[in-house]
């Protein structure tokens, strides 16, 4: 049973750092860019746009669906920093406690 209790102890602190990280991500903000430069979209840590920035270059009517693929890939581009700032942040927070395979945090 001592090692029950262990684990125990393991989860109760892996749940006081896991909202720590929840905190942390909704102060988080990451900037997406496409277009060399000329798009940039801002995300929270949740993954939801924040921000968005288009270069007046790109407001004519003829290049109307460019800037809508620009913003598309900016999103894309936002949302996986994202992912990779959000994936560092769990694997700080489940260190110490082996997790089996496919299991993810937050539950």
Do not use: C, Y
């Amino acid at each position: 049973m001592k090692n029950l209790g262990a684990m125990m102890k393991q989860v109760q602190e892996m749940q006081a750092r896991m909202a720590d990280v929840q905190a942390r991500l909704e102060s988080l903000s990451v900037e997406g860019q496409s277009g060399a430069g000329l798009v940039k979209v801002t995300l929270n840590g949740k993954g939801a746009m924040k921000g968005l920035w288009v270069d007046g270059s790109l407001l004519k009517e003829q290049e109307k669906e460019i800037l809508e693929d620009l913003i598309i890939a900016a999103h894309a581009d936002a949302k996986g920093r994202m992912d990779a700032a959000v994936a560092e942040q769990m694997k700080q927070v489940t260190g110490g406690l082996p997790l089996p395979p496919g299991f993810e945090l937050p539950f």
